[in-house]
């Protein structure tokens, strides 16, 4: 058995996985920008709702799994070498979401989907580095 190219599959899996399960470094960015202003302990749930990222949840539901497909499809168009497949995903996710931004009732809505969305295609690249450099650099 080989066990180089065990070692490169292996990484480019992890890699793939790692890429794809970054909800938890996304969703920690957007409540980091959505952190309320030093308020007493009793308004600090109200001055979250009223910040934006509650309400966005509740009018873009299934964030999360469009997220982690978006984040597979941007590993696996990087490290096979298809950057022009970066460009299908944006755009079908923003053709996707363009009826449920426009009519938002929270004017924070569009600009927690735009971060949202590069915090995610930077976890993905930054991910498929690591898998691009475990085929071509071992």
Same mark, same amino acid.
């Given at each position: 058995?080989?066990?180089?190219? %065990?070692? #490169? ?11 794809? %399960? !970054? ?40 964030? #999360? ?15 096979? !070498? ?30 927690? %989907? ?23 650099? %071992?």
């Amino acid at each position: 058995m080989d066990w180089m190219l %065990f070692g #490169r599959a292996a990484t480019v899996v992890v890699a793939g996985v790692l890429a794809t %399960f !970054g909800n938890p470094v996304v969703r920690g960015l957007l409540r980091r920008m959505d952190r309320p202003p030093r308020v007493d302990d009793a308004d600090v749930a109200v001055a979250r709702a009223n910040l934006g990222l509650a309400a966005a949840q509740r009018e873009l539901p299934g964030g #999360r799994w469009i997220g982690m497909l978006e984040r597979l499809a941007v590993y696996a168009c990087i490290v096979t !070498g298809f950057p022009a497949g970066i460009a299908m995903v944006l755009a079908v996710k923003g053709l996707g979401r363009y009826a449920d931004l426009a009519t938002s009732d929270t004017p924070r809505t569009g600009e927690l %989907f735009i971060v949202g969305t590069f915090a995610s295609l930077l976890w993905a690249a930054l991910w498929s580095g690591v898998g691009w450099l475990a085929v071509w650099w %071992f």
